[in-house]
T-cell receptor, first 113, second 108 residues
């Protein structure tokens, strides 16, 4: 039990679908992150939220839309994705948005067909 | 752009053997973290090394931070099947910069 829970664990969606990934942390952390993990590539940081404010957006296409309604919840809204967006999407949290230990969820395995 | 290169990318060895995984960069980091990720799970932090030249031991795992704080190594002694997984190094500056990982398989 890492204290960071992601749902769903697996998701298959068509290119015209709209879906959302959910992340919840029970650790009292102030920062939350979305990462993309593709085969043979380093973990790619997508978004960083600190105290519910987005503090970093690493040139992510607009078909990915994050939402952080409170410090415990983070969403990633998906629409009109491409097959190359298929990957493991990992949520993480930490005490602050900088150089501290990141606690990861189990990830959502996304397949775009 | 800060990059971390891990080598080897894949390693498959027999139980009981020793191995070393490397993490190299041209950038200086304030600290460096090592994570292990098992199939179907997210990465879990193993250790953080902070001081140049620092060596930390975690049972059969030995982590070393380079003197210049640009590189690190992970040495596993007498590897066991339970050590199988993806090992990720992450350099710490204003944020975490991850290497591409070393996928380690220990065969019984």
């Amino acid at each position: 039990e890492t204290g960071v829970t992601q749902t769903p664990r697996h998701l298959v969606m068509g290119m015209t679908n709209k879906k959302s990934l959910k992340c919840e942390q029970h650790l009292g952390h102030n920062a939350m992150y979305w990462y993309k993990q593709s085969a043979k590539k380093p973990l790619e940081l997508m978004f960083v939220y600190s105290l519910e404010e987005r503090v970093e957006n690493n040139s992510v296409p607009s078909r990915f839309s994050p939402e952080c309604p409170n410090s415990s919840h983070l969403f990633l809204h998906l629409h009109t994705l491409q097959p190359e967006d298929s990957a493991l999407y990992l949520c993480a949290s930490s005490w602050g948005p900088g150089n501290t230990e990141a606690f990861f969820g189990q990830g959502t395995r996304l397949t775009v067909v | 752009t800060q990059l971390l290169e891990q080598s080897p990318q894949f390693l498959s060895i027999q139980e009981g053997e020793n191995l070393t995984v490397y993490c190299n960069s041209s950038s200086v980091f304030s600290s460096l973290q090592w994570y292990r990720q098992e199939p179907g799970e997210g990465p879990v932090l193993l250790v953080t090394v902070v001081t140049g030249g620092e060596v930390k031991k975690l049972k059969r795992l030995t982590f070393q931070f380079g003197d210049a704080r640009k590189d690190s190594s992970l040495h596993i002694t007498a590897a066991q099947p339970g050590d199988t997984g993806l090992y990720l190094c992450a350099g710490v500056t204003r944020k975490l910069v991850f290497g591409q990982g070393t996928r380690l398989t220990i065969n019984p």
